[in-house]
């Protein structure tokens, strides 16, 4: 049973209104990139996943993180031998500083059409450096694709971590096989405290972790390092030998996840009703 690491604990006791814009102690440090498969690689810190797709007609950057963590990332798009100026789309993570606080400075340095998700606009757009305004070039819809030279991620609705939480899938290749990606938002609903914030949030919660379900999953990551096992898959890679599985190929690990993240939800919810049961006597 993979326990969840102590990041994701630890967001569970912060209410969404004290997010900061400054990074939790190691979550900016440096990871080294790495090829997950295909056109598809990490950028992003030790904790704060951002994915870099290469194709021919420039890059799309996935979730800037904070704009603290910028400089990491931009660090690593160089070191895989990639050029930060080539990325021509930032497709914007969910409305929460640790994913969007760094879009203003990537767009700053890229020029980058800023793609956001519109149920999750308003909330992005309170995260931004002080004087600016947070840039958003293109909203985007359930079912709706990105595509760029040759590489087509389609947006999937996930709400209750966030009101517009986007998951992406896009089909990836490996030794002349196809494999189903799956980017996932975040399905961490574990910081109940703070949930009241939207209406119906709680039944967004469970229609997300059943739509979590639908999905034909071979190979998953998603917003934070420690939700998908990254730092273990990552030391998997760096073992492999020919013949040996991809790493992040992981379909019963995804199932086990989506398993996890509800029970912890329920967890966090029952224990919530019995705390306001007992004020209420
Ligand atoms: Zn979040």
Redesign the pocket.
């Known amino acids: 049973m993979r326990k969840l690491m102590l990041p994701a604990a630890a967001l569970a006791f912060l209410p969404l209104g004290a997010f900061s814009q400054n990074a939790p102690a190691g979550w900016n440090d440096a990871f080294p990139p790495h090829r997950i498969m295909d056109n598809m690689y990490y950028v992003g810190t030790k904790e704060l996943a951002s994915f870099l797709f290469v194709t021919p007609a420039g890059n799309i950057l996935m979730n800037s993180d904070y704009e603290s963590s910028v400089p990491v990332i931009k660090a690593s798009v160089e070191k895989l031998g990639f050029k930060f100026s080539d990325i021509k789309i930032l497709i914007a993570g ?1 409305a ?1 500083p ?2 969007v606080g760094g879009d203003n400075l990537v767009k700053d340095l890229t020029g980058a059409q800023v793609v956001v998700g519109r149920v999750d606009a308003a909330k992005t757009r309170d995260f931004h450096p002080a004087g600016k305004e947070h840039p958003i070039d293109r909203l985007i819809d359930e079912g709706e694709t990105v595509t760029l030279g040759g590489t087509t991620l389609t947006a999937h609705l996930m709400p209750g ?2 009101r517009g939480c986007l998951a992406w899938t896009t089909d990836l290749k490996e030794d002349g096989k196809t494999y189903h990606a799956f980017i996932e938002c ?1 399905l ?1 609903g574990q910081f109940l405290q703070s949930l009241d914030n939207y209406p119906g949030i709680m039944d967004d919660f469970r229609a997300t972790y059943k739509k979590a379900r639908t999905f034909q999953v071979d190979l998953w990551v998603s ?1 934070h390092a420690s939700f998908y096992g990254m730092a273990e898959k990552y030391a998997k890679l760096q073992k492999r030998g020919p013949g040996d599985p991809n790493p992040f190929v992981d379909p019963e690990g995804y199932k086990a996840h989506v398993d996890q993240y509800e029970k912890s939800f329920e967890a966090a919810l029952a224990q919530r009703e019995a705390q306001a049961a007992g004020k209420g006597k």
């Open positions: 969910h929460h640790d994913h971590h966030t975040s961490n917003s």
